[in-house]
Protein backbone atom coordinates (compact mmCIF):
# COMPACT_ATOMS: atom_id res chain seq x y z
CA UNK A 1 0.00 0.00 0.00
CA UNK A 2 1.11 3.45 -1.02
CA UNK A 3 2.44 5.88 1.71
CA UNK A 4 -0.39 8.46 0.41
CA UNK A 5 -3.43 6.03 1.13
CA UNK A 6 -1.44 5.34 4.74
CA UNK A 7 -1.48 8.76 5.02
CA UNK A 8 -4.99 9.45 3.98
CA UNK A 9 -6.06 5.94 6.38
CA UNK A 10 -4.22 7.56 9.75
CA UNK A 11 -5.62 11.11 9.14
CA UNK A 12 -9.34 10.03 8.89
CA UNK A 13 -9.49 9.44 12.44
CA UNK A 14 -7.84 12.34 13.68
CA UNK A 15 -10.68 13.74 10.94
CA UNK A 16 -13.36 12.15 12.53
CA UNK A 17 -12.34 13.00 16.14
CA UNK A 18 -11.83 17.22 15.42
CA UNK A 19 -15.21 17.48 13.47
CA UNK A 20 -16.83 15.27 16.68
CA UNK A 21 -15.19 18.07 18.68
CA UNK A 22 -15.99 20.95 16.17
CA UNK A 23 -19.86 19.44 16.51
CA UNK A 24 -20.32 19.50 20.23
CA UNK A 25 -18.55 22.83 20.68
CA UNK A 26 -20.64 24.55 17.93
CA UNK A 27 -23.72 22.87 20.11
CA UNK A 28 -22.51 24.51 23.31
CA UNK A 29 -22.13 27.65 21.76
CA UNK A 30 -24.75 29.56 22.95
CA UNK A 31 -25.39 33.48 22.35
CA UNK A 32 -25.21 35.41 25.67
CA UNK A 33 -28.46 36.37 26.39
CA UNK A 34 -29.99 40.28 27.57
CA UNK A 35 -31.12 40.94 30.83
CA UNK A 36 -34.53 40.56 31.76
CA UNK A 37 -36.31 44.09 31.53
CA UNK A 38 -39.15 44.27 33.30
CA UNK A 39 -40.25 47.43 32.53
CA UNK A 40 -40.48 46.51 28.32
CA UNK A 41 -41.53 43.19 29.13
CA UNK A 42 -38.58 41.09 27.76
CA UNK A 43 -38.00 37.89 29.28
CA UNK A 44 -35.58 36.22 27.68
CA UNK A 45 -35.71 32.11 27.71
CA UNK A 46 -38.55 32.21 30.46
CA UNK A 47 -42.13 31.28 31.16
CA UNK A 48 -44.39 33.73 31.98
CA UNK A 49 -47.38 33.54 33.33
CA UNK A 50 -50.54 35.71 33.94
CA UNK A 51 -54.28 35.37 35.84
CA UNK A 52 -56.77 34.71 33.48
CA UNK A 53 -60.49 36.87 33.93
CA UNK A 54 -63.05 34.95 35.50
CA UNK A 55 -61.62 31.77 35.51
CA UNK A 56 -58.40 32.90 37.97
CA UNK A 57 -61.22 34.87 40.32
CA UNK A 58 -62.60 31.41 40.72
CA UNK A 59 -59.42 29.11 40.70
CA UNK A 60 -56.46 31.72 41.35
CA UNK A 61 -54.00 29.06 40.10
CA UNK A 62 -54.90 28.77 37.07
CA UNK A 63 -53.73 31.24 34.31
CA UNK A 64 -52.60 32.05 31.13
CA UNK A 65 -48.95 30.73 30.39
CA UNK A 66 -46.11 32.01 27.58
CA UNK A 67 -42.60 30.86 26.53
CA UNK A 68 -40.47 33.80 25.61
CA UNK A 69 -37.59 33.71 22.75
CA UNK A 70 -33.82 34.65 23.25
CA UNK A 71 -34.99 38.36 22.79
CA UNK A 72 -37.69 38.39 25.08
CA UNK A 73 -40.37 38.30 22.82
CA UNK A 74 -43.17 36.26 24.19
CA UNK A 75 -44.97 33.48 22.66
CA UNK A 76 -48.73 32.40 23.53
CA UNK A 77 -51.21 29.95 22.60
CA UNK A 78 -54.20 32.22 22.21
CA UNK A 79 -57.31 30.91 20.30
CA UNK A 80 -57.46 28.30 17.47
CA UNK A 81 -54.80 28.44 14.64
CA UNK A 82 -53.47 31.64 16.46
CA UNK A 83 -50.11 32.16 18.28
CA UNK A 84 -49.45 35.45 19.68
CA UNK A 85 -46.01 37.07 19.75
CA UNK A 86 -44.82 39.72 21.87
CA UNK A 87 -48.51 40.89 22.66
CA UNK A 88 -49.46 38.53 25.99
CA UNK A 89 -53.05 37.99 26.00
CA UNK A 90 -54.44 39.05 28.93
CA UNK A 91 -52.53 41.80 30.47
CA UNK A 92 -49.16 41.99 31.56
CA UNK A 93 -47.10 39.29 32.80
CA UNK A 94 -47.49 38.25 36.55
CA UNK A 95 -44.74 35.84 37.03
CA UNK A 96 -42.12 34.52 35.34
CA UNK A 97 -39.08 31.78 35.33
CA UNK A 98 -35.70 31.80 33.42
CA UNK A 99 -34.83 28.79 31.86
CA UNK A 100 -31.62 26.99 31.65
CA UNK A 101 -30.25 26.70 28.00
CA UNK A 102 -28.29 24.51 28.92
CA UNK A 103 -30.39 22.11 29.96
CA UNK A 104 -31.55 21.55 26.23
CA UNK A 105 -30.32 18.98 23.35
CA UNK A 106 -29.28 20.89 20.71
CA UNK A 107 -29.07 18.30 18.13
CA UNK A 108 -27.09 18.94 15.07
CA UNK A 109 -27.73 15.64 13.48
CA UNK A 110 -29.15 12.03 15.02
CA UNK A 111 -25.94 11.34 16.79
CA UNK A 112 -25.24 14.73 18.33
CA UNK A 113 -27.90 14.08 21.25
CA UNK A 114 -27.03 14.88 24.62
CA UNK A 115 -30.41 13.42 25.98
CA UNK A 116 -31.44 9.80 26.45
CA UNK A 117 -34.07 10.08 24.15
CA UNK A 118 -32.38 10.49 20.87
CA UNK A 119 -35.05 8.37 18.09
CA UNK A 120 -37.98 9.55 20.17
CA UNK A 121 -36.45 13.29 20.05
CA UNK A 122 -36.02 12.87 16.77
CA UNK A 123 -39.13 12.06 15.26
CA UNK A 124 -40.96 14.52 17.49
CA UNK A 125 -39.06 17.08 16.03
CA UNK A 126 -35.80 18.66 17.32
CA UNK A 127 -34.75 21.96 17.21
CA UNK A 128 -31.21 23.46 16.99
CA UNK A 129 -31.69 26.49 18.66
CA UNK A 130 -33.80 27.84 21.42
CA UNK A 131 -35.56 30.22 18.74
CA UNK A 132 -35.66 27.35 16.22
CA UNK A 133 -38.04 25.54 18.71
CA UNK A 134 -40.55 27.93 19.45
CA UNK A 135 -40.79 28.51 15.62
CA UNK A 136 -41.37 25.26 15.24
CA UNK A 137 -44.04 24.69 17.66
CA UNK A 138 -45.87 27.83 16.63
CA UNK A 139 -46.50 26.20 13.26
CA UNK A 140 -47.44 23.19 14.77
CA UNK A 141 -49.94 25.29 16.54
CA UNK A 142 -50.96 27.32 13.95
CA UNK A 143 -53.23 24.12 12.96
CA UNK A 144 -54.68 23.79 16.81
CA UNK A 145 -57.99 24.48 17.54
CA UNK A 146 -58.18 26.37 21.06
CA UNK A 147 -59.80 24.45 24.01
CA UNK A 148 -59.24 25.39 27.64
CA UNK A 149 -59.80 21.82 29.13
CA UNK A 150 -57.82 20.72 26.36
CA UNK A 151 -55.28 22.01 24.11
CA UNK A 152 -54.42 25.47 25.78
CA UNK A 153 -51.48 27.38 26.69
CA UNK A 154 -50.13 25.21 28.91
CA UNK A 155 -50.26 22.58 25.95
CA UNK A 156 -48.33 25.06 23.41
CA UNK A 157 -45.31 25.41 26.15
CA UNK A 158 -45.04 21.73 27.02
CA UNK A 159 -44.37 21.32 23.52
CA UNK A 160 -41.84 23.44 23.29
CA UNK A 161 -40.40 22.28 26.28
CA UNK A 162 -40.32 18.61 24.65
CA UNK A 163 -38.54 19.63 21.66
CA UNK A 164 -36.10 20.92 23.71
CA UNK A 165 -36.20 18.21 25.55
CA UNK A 166 -35.48 20.56 28.50
CA UNK A 167 -33.81 19.01 31.47
CA UNK A 168 -33.32 15.50 29.15
CA UNK A 169 -37.25 15.13 29.71
CA UNK A 170 -39.76 14.63 27.18
CA UNK A 171 -42.34 14.10 29.10
CA UNK A 172 -43.37 18.13 29.94
CA UNK A 173 -47.43 18.36 30.08
CA UNK A 174 -50.07 20.74 31.32
CA UNK A 175 -49.85 19.96 35.26
CA UNK A 176 -45.35 19.72 34.85
CA UNK A 177 -45.69 23.21 33.27
CA UNK A 178 -47.94 24.87 35.32
CA UNK A 179 -46.50 23.35 38.61
CA UNK A 180 -43.00 24.56 37.08
CA UNK A 181 -44.31 28.38 37.38
CA UNK A 182 -46.38 27.79 40.13
CA UNK A 183 -43.77 26.74 42.83
CA UNK A 184 -40.48 28.29 40.84
CA UNK A 185 -41.79 31.25 38.93
CA UNK A 186 -41.10 34.69 40.38
CA UNK A 187 -43.75 38.07 40.65
CA UNK A 188 -42.84 40.66 38.67
CA UNK A 189 -44.13 43.43 41.56
CA UNK A 190 -46.30 43.28 44.54
CA UNK A 191 -49.42 44.40 42.03
CA UNK A 192 -48.61 41.28 40.55
CA UNK A 193 -49.02 39.57 43.46
CA UNK A 194 -52.64 41.94 43.94
CA UNK A 195 -53.81 41.53 40.54
CA UNK A 196 -53.77 37.13 40.71
CA UNK A 197 -55.69 36.89 44.58
CA UNK A 198 -57.50 40.28 44.86
CA UNK A 199 -60.16 39.13 42.86
CA UNK A 200 -60.45 35.55 43.99
CA UNK A 201 -60.82 37.03 47.51
CA UNK A 202 -63.31 39.76 46.69
CA UNK A 203 -65.18 36.69 45.13
CA UNK A 204 -65.02 34.07 48.40
CA UNK A 205 -65.89 36.75 50.79
CA UNK A 206 -68.69 37.65 48.52
CA UNK A 207 -69.89 34.35 48.61
CA UNK A 208 -69.42 33.50 52.38
CA UNK A 209 -71.40 36.97 53.15
CA UNK A 210 -74.56 36.21 50.63
CA UNK A 211 -74.47 32.31 50.24
CA UNK A 212 -72.81 31.23 53.31
CA UNK A 213 -70.38 28.78 53.91
CA UNK A 214 -71.91 26.12 50.70
CA UNK A 215 -70.63 28.97 48.34
CA UNK A 216 -66.90 28.15 49.83
CA UNK A 217 -67.67 24.01 49.42
CA UNK A 218 -68.90 24.91 45.76
CA UNK A 219 -65.69 26.42 45.25
CA UNK A 220 -63.56 24.22 46.58
CA UNK A 221 -65.81 21.41 44.40
CA UNK A 222 -64.97 23.41 41.66
CA UNK A 223 -61.18 23.88 41.92
CA UNK A 224 -60.99 19.68 42.86
CA UNK A 225 -62.89 18.77 39.79
CA UNK A 226 -60.07 21.01 37.65
CA UNK A 227 -57.85 19.01 39.63
CA UNK A 228 -58.96 16.12 38.71
CA UNK A 229 -59.64 16.51 35.10
CA UNK A 230 -56.21 17.85 34.30
CA UNK A 231 -54.63 14.65 36.04
CA UNK A 232 -57.15 11.94 34.76
CA UNK A 233 -56.54 13.73 31.25
CA UNK A 234 -52.67 13.96 31.30
CA UNK A 235 -51.38 10.49 33.07
CA UNK A 236 -54.81 7.92 32.54
CA UNK A 237 -56.42 8.91 29.45
CA UNK A 238 -53.49 10.90 27.42
CA UNK A 239 -55.99 10.59 24.34
CA UNK A 240 -58.25 13.00 26.23
CA UNK A 241 -55.76 16.00 26.16
CA UNK A 242 -53.05 15.60 23.20
CA UNK A 243 -52.90 18.57 21.44
Known sequence: MSSGGLSMMELKPAYDVQDTSSSRRIQHELWPLDEIDLEKAKYPCCLVWTPLPVVSWLAPFIGHVGICREDGAIFDFFGSNFVNVND??????????????????????????????????????????????????????????????????????????????????MGWNMINVAALVLFKGQ??????????????????????????????????????????????????FKNLLEC
Open 88 to 169: FAFGAVARYLQLDREQCCFPLNLAGHTCKHGYRHAEYGTAITWDDALQSCTRHFEHKSYNLFTCNCHSFVANCLNRLCYGGS
Open 187 to 236: WVDNWSILRAFMPFTVVLCLGIFTVGWPFLIGLLSISLLLICWFLLGTYF
